[in-house]
């Protein structure tokens, strides 16, 4: 009994020894080393010194954009006041201006009614009246309305009664265009050249109007004396010339 509890322990023993592990090896941790650059305290403070400089340099730019901003914003404001205040003046001409413009417009109004009922009245009762009591009438409008615009008027009808007046007296002068044209032929007027002057030195006077003729190639010349033609009444006396010499001596249509 006893042998055989000791093979047992025996037994045992050996099996247990066989299962047991061997202790593991216990691998040292490496760390890497920092590669630190060591640098001495004089170049450190080098270092410093010029980050502390360009510091400052940025501060005083920064300063000074901030000036500048700052004077901009002022001065923007100072023009933006005085261009306000320009506006306010202008505006204020505009206003004065229109104002004027107003007035003047109103004043134009009683200017332009100025003398227009007085001109009305004149003209009906020169209808009826002798050239010269008629231009009487006119000229005694336009002494007490000088300035009216109806004057430029009056001054037409004073020049149309004047120039009735100067027909008047040149019918004394009036003649039949025979008689005319044999006067011409007499001085040899459809002959010659003559001068105009000399023509209407003959005739008695300066014609009433003078137009050229058709032709370009030609110094063609139309004469008119008004009323100067008696023929059962009186008609426009006519000449017409070439180059200074007469080609036809008629009246008015």
């Known amino acids: 009994m006893k042998q055989s509890y000791l093979f ?8 247990g020894c066989g299962k047991e592990e061997s202790p593991k ?21 080098r270092i410093l010194g010029e980050e502390k400089a360009r510091f400052e340099e940025l501060k005083k730019m920064r300063a000074l954009e901030m000036a500048e901003t700052n004077a901009r914003l002022t001065k923007n404001g100072e023009t933006i006041i005085v261009l306000e205040q320009q506006i306010e003046n202008l505006t204020e001409l505009l206003e004065e201006s229109r104002s004027q413009v107003s007035a003047s417009k109103n004043s134009l109004k009683e200017i332009k009614k100025m003398g227009s009922g007085e001109y009305r009245e004149i003209y009906e009762r020169a209808k009826d009246m002798d ?18 615009p109806i004057s430029s008027r009056a ?27 044999s006067k011409l032929k007499g001085e040899g007027m459809f002959a010659r050249e003559v001068d105009e002057e000399e023509l209407f030195k003959l005739i008695g006077r300066k014609p009433d109007s003078a137009k050229r003729g058709s032709s370009s190639e030609y110094k063609e010349r139309v004469y008119t004396w008004r009323d100067y033609v008696m023929d059962g009444g009186y008609r426009d006396l006519v000449i017409e010339t070439t180059d ?10």
């Open 8 to 15: 047992l322990c025996l037994l045992f023993s050996i099996l």
């Open 25 to 45: 090896k216990e691998i040292p941790l490496t760390v890497p080393e920092a590669n630190t650059e060591n640098i001495s305290m004089k170049e450190h403070i």
């Open 131 to 148: 050239h010269s009591d008629a231009i009487l009438l006119y000229e005694e409008f336009l002494e007490e309305f000088p300035n009216s």
């Open 155 to 181: 001054r037409s009808r004073i020049k149309f009664h004047t120039g009735e007046i100067m027909v008047l007296e040149n019918r004394k002068s009036a003649r039949t265009v025979s008689l005319w044209e």
């Open 244 to 253: 200074g010499k007469v080609d036809w001596v008629g009246r008015s249509e």
